[in-house]
T-cell receptor, first 113, second 114 residues
Framework: AQSVTQLGSHVSVSEGALVLLRCNYSSSVPPYLFWYVQYPNQGLQLLLKYTSAATLVKGINGFEAEFKKSETSFHLTKPSAHMSDAAEYFCAVSDPYSNDMRFGAGTRLTVKP | DTGVSQNPRHKITKRGQNVTFRCDPISEHNRLYWYRQTLGQGPEFLTYFQNEAQLEKSRLLSDRFSAERPKGSFSTLEIQRTEQGDSAMYLC????????????FGSGTRLTVV
């Protein structure tokens, strides 16, 4: 069965600092991987996705993620944090044979002024 | 295209009452999903429709839960005899049927059972 593990339930960075949110996946077939962002009392918004094309994926709001098969990882990065990046971030996995997407427990990002 | 719409946004109900939530997906999306999210957790899959057919249900979906998608358009999720443990955010999402596309989520319905 497919699953994702997000390392660190809470990450705190200073404004302008590098953001790194970690995600490791488990899948018996080549996965599709996603990062979503959730603001308080809102649904989830797709940040970026990996679907077996380029391993370095660029998303909205300056975020990017790199698919590393050897490490079964799909970490999310942003070179310079902005106050508006404070939110909950979820990594998710699906594949061509599944009927649902599985989410990690989430990482809450706090950005300090 | 107004995105995925969920109603109501918030629902407070007394234990033992029945509640029904509605989801209107993006019109051209043939797949519709329901997820449940509790505080501090990621969304958990509940059930999935392709057009009007309910193709998969999670073990989380007890007999008190039922979902429908008549005519393959909007969907409803009903919870009968609500319990305090049902308090959560219920999220609806839709997609075009290609898992690689990702899902478009609604803003959710927050249920509080008192």
């Amino acid at each position: 069965a497919q699953s994702v593990t997000q390392l660190g339930s809470h990450v705190s960075v200073s404004e302008g600092a590098l953001v790194l949110l970690r995600c490791n996946y488990s899948s018996s077939v080549p996965p599709y991987l996603f990062w979503y962002v959730q603001y308080p009392n809102q649904g989830l918004q797709l940040l970026l996705k990996y679907t077996s094309a380029a391993t370095l994926v660029k998303g909205i709001n300056g975020f990017e993620a790199e698919f590393k098969k050897s490490e079964t990882s799909f970490h999310l990065t942003k070179p310079s944090a902005h106050m508006s990046d404070a939110a909950e971030y979820f990594c998710a996995v699906s594949d061509p044979y599944s009927n649902d997407m599985r989410f990690g427990a989430g990482t809450r990002l706090t950005v300090k002024p | 295209d107004t995105g995925v719409s969920q109603n109501p946004r918030h629902k407070i109900t007394k234990r033992g009452q029945n509640v029904t939530f509605r989801c209107d997906p993006i019109s051209e999306h043939n797949r519709l999903y329901w997820y449940r999210q509790t505080l501090g957790q990621g969304p958990e899959f509940l059930t999935y429709f392709q057009n009007e057919a309910q193709l998969e249900k999670s073990r989380l979906l007890s007999d008190r839960f039922s979902a429908e998608r008549p005519k393959g358009s909007f969907s409803t999720l009903e919870i009968q005899r609500t319990e305090q443990g049902d308090s959560a955010m219920y999220l609806c999402a839709s997609s075009l049927g290609w898992e690689r596309a990702g899902y478009t989520f609604g803003s959710g319905t927050r249920l509080t059972v008192v």
